[in-house]
């Protein structure tokens, strides 16, 4: 049997009833938190944990691969001051950190995605700016390190241009207490690095989305013809910056439950989900979050349920 016991570091976001997270209470202490963005194989981001263990880290990271990696490293060090987060960058910084928080945030060498029709990728914009303006504590920095120079031009030129940050000169090949596997590697060959360091000078309140969790559902008094469950196949509705599309609707046996499934999508950040809807009394249906899957209640997750619940209702 496979050993899996290392697989008990990562933190389930979804599972948490209140956003943004209270990290002194995960952490079960209060420490200073930094969080490296992307960590990788988890080598940068241990070291840096075993470096301060007086402080309290987090990776965010979207490759399972990564997550397992990172998780081999923290159970052979028996380290305490880590619990990493599989999730999107861009959505995890912004809804699960309190205002002036973080003390640090570092992305080592993050895919600079060269090509112009790959730019929004990039996780560097100005939206990114502001959270890390709302998330990082004041005259706190975040540090962004490339082997790309034009990438960490970009990047000085976005927080040159933010009333939110001072930004210093960028720093060719600068001396580093801890540096990544490849970065040593690169180092031997002279292959160049940059740097760059912002530093927070004004605090900015963002936007954030997870601001109830609570499970929304919606009750239909009146029969639902089977046919009338099956043509939301293919629906698909849009308010403001949120849509969902039901892309397949599947019926168990007893033709008394169907679970609809569901890509539902806030801004950039898409979840796909399961909606269930089933009898539950007489002339009397249920449409509900399905238990299997633990999305996070975002407005476009809530809308579906309750679009389709008000669909059928008409029907």
Not at 4 to 19: N, V, W
Not at 49 to 54: E, N
Not at 266 to 294: A, E, F, M, P
Request: with cysteine; hydrophobic share 40%; net charge neutral.
């Amino acid at each position: 049997m496979a050993k899996t016991y290392y697989l008990e570091y990562a933190i389930q976001p979804q599972s948490f009833g209140c956003y943004p997270l209270a990290w002194e209470e995960l952490f079960q202490r209060a420490a200073p938190l930094a969080v490296e963005v992307g960590f990788g194989n988890g080598e940068y981001l241990v070291n840096w944990a075993r470096q301060r263990p007086d402080w309290n880290f987090t990776g965010i990271e979207l490759s399972m691969e990564s997550m397992e990696r990172l998780q081999k490293r923290i159970h052979k060090h028996s380290l305490a001051n880590i619990c990493p987060i599989l999730e999107d960058a861009r959505f995890a910084l912004r809804e699960f950190f309190p205002d002036n928080s973080v003390h640090h945030v570092i992305m080592n060498f993050p895919d600079p995605w060269p090509k112009e029709r790959h730019q929004n990728r990039r996780l560097l914009d100005a939206q990114f700016i502001e959270t890390l303006a709302a998330v990082l504590r004041e005259d706190h920095y975040y540090e962004l390190v490339s082997d790309q120079q034009w990438y960490a031009e970009d990047a000085h030129q976005l927080f040159d241009e933010s009333p939110y940050f001072v930004v210093e000169k960028i720093e060719q090949n600068p001396p580093r207490e801890l540096a990544t596997k490849y970065e040593k590697k690169w180092q031997q060959i002279g292959r160049d690095s940059f740097r760059v360091l912002a530093r927070k000078t004004k605090s900015i309140q963002v936007n954030r989305i997870l601001k109830d969790s609570t499970m929304p559902h919606a009750i239909i008094e009146k029969e639902i013809p089977e046919a009338a469950i099956k043509s939301l196949t293919g629906f698909q509705h849009r308010e403001d910056d949120r849509i969902f599309v039901i892309k397949n609707v599947f019926n168990h046996l007893d033709k008394e439950q169907y679970l609809l499934q569901v890509v539902a999508k806030d801004k950039t950040y898409k979840q796909s989900i399961h909606i269930l809807v089933y009898r539950h009394g007489k002339n009397r249906w249920l449409v509900k979050l399905d238990s299997t899957v633990q999305p996070y209640r975002t407005p476009a997750v809530k809308m579906a349920v309750w679009k389709i619940g008000e669909i059928l209702n008409q029907n």
